[in-house]
């Protein structure tokens, strides 16, 4: 049971990477970013599509000894379904970030990959510093 229940997990994590990957950013609506607390609007196409082009980097890493940190939560709507993801810095990889599907999991979440980015730090800072506060 353990064997097939994990073989399950790994096919759900796989499908997870491939549905972020298949995200049209042209039907993204509603685009919200929190960290600390502080929720931000998104709505610029440009700022969508930077995020994006980091997001779509998810791949299937090997654990290591490290942990999540700083976490950003990400959530958008795509035909009125609701989309919700967790990016968290590593403990140990300055370039290394941890995503969760939250939308359909318990908090905190299932870890569907991580992504290896020099970049993606700064454009989560900037996006959610720069990005118009959302109405409550």
């Keep these: 049971l353990f064997m097939t229940m994990s073989r399950l997990r790994v096919s759900d994590n796989a499908q ?23 929720n931000r609007s998104v709505a610029s196409t ?4 930077t995020l994006f082009m980091q997001l779509k980097q998810v791949q299937k890493v090997f654990a290591h000894h490290s942990f999540p940190t700083t976490s950003y939560e990400v959530k958008f709507e795509i035909d009125g379904h609701q989309y919700q993801y967790r990016v968290a810095l590593d403990s140990d990889r ?8 939250t939308a359909r999991a318990e908090k905190p979440g299932r870890e569907i990959g991580r992504i290896h980015s020099s970049t993606l730090g700064q454009v989560l800072n900037t996006l959610t510093h720069d990005a118009a506060p959302s109405k409550p």
């Design 16 to 38: 997870f990477r491939q549905e972020l990957n298949d995200i049209n950013i042209l039907s993204i609506s509603n685009l919200t970013l929190r960290v600390d607390g502080s």
């Design 94 to 101: 300055a370039d290394e970030y941890w995503v969760f599907e």
């Design 46 to 49: 440009d700022e969508v599509n």
